[in-house]
Nanobody, 119 residues
Framework: QVQLVESGGGLVQPGESLKLSCVAS????????VDWYRKAPEKERELVAG???????NYAQSVKGRFRISRDDRKNMVYLEMSSLRAEDTAVYSC?????????????WGQGTQVTVSS
C-alpha cells in the first residue's frame, strides 16, 4: 500500500525552527514532484514550497528566505526546514507527491502534521 506520512510538527516559540519530514512508502519506482501545503483555520489552503525531481524549488513569497525544501531520493524522503517561525506560520502542514508507480503516476497526500507557533 502506497502512502505518505508527515512528521516533525509541534509547538515552538516565535523565532524558533522546525524540520518537517514526508516519507513515501510502498511499491514506488520514483518520486516526481513534491509540494508542501499548509491549512490554517479560516484560511485557504496555501502552497508553501515545491521541489521537482531534478531538485528545482519554488516557495511562497511569505516563506522565502525562511523555509527550505529538500529531498533524499535514497530514503524516499522530502523535508521542509522552517526557521524564524512566526505566529502566522501556524497551520496543518501536508505533503503532496506525484509518485511513479510503474505503469501509472498518481498523486498522494499525507495526513498532515500540526505546527503551532506561539509564545
Amino acid at each position: 500500500q502506497v502512502q505518505l506520512v508527515e512528521s516533525g510538527g509541534g509547538l515552538v516559540q516565535p523565532g524558533e525552527s522546525l524540520k518537517l519530514s514526508c516519507v513515501a512508502s510502498g511499491r514506488i519506482f520514483r518520486i516526481n514532484r513534491v509540494d508542501w501545503y499548509r491549512k490554517a483555520p479560516e484560511k485557504e489552503r496555501e502552497l508553501v514550497a515545491g521541489i521537482t525531481r531534478d531538485g528545482i524549488t519554488n516557495y511562497a513569497q511569505s516563506v522565502k528566505g525562511r523555509f527550505r525544501i529538500s529531498r533524499d531520493d535514497r530514503k524516499n524522503m522530502v523535508y521542509l526546514e522552517m526557521s524564524s517561525l512566526r505566529a502566522e506560520d501556524t497551520a496543518v502542514y501536508s505533503c503532496k507527491a506525484n509518485l511513479d508507480l510503474g505503469p501509472v503516476a498518481r498523486v498522494y497526500w499525507g495526513q498532515g502534521t500540526q505546527v503551532t507557533v506561539s509564545s
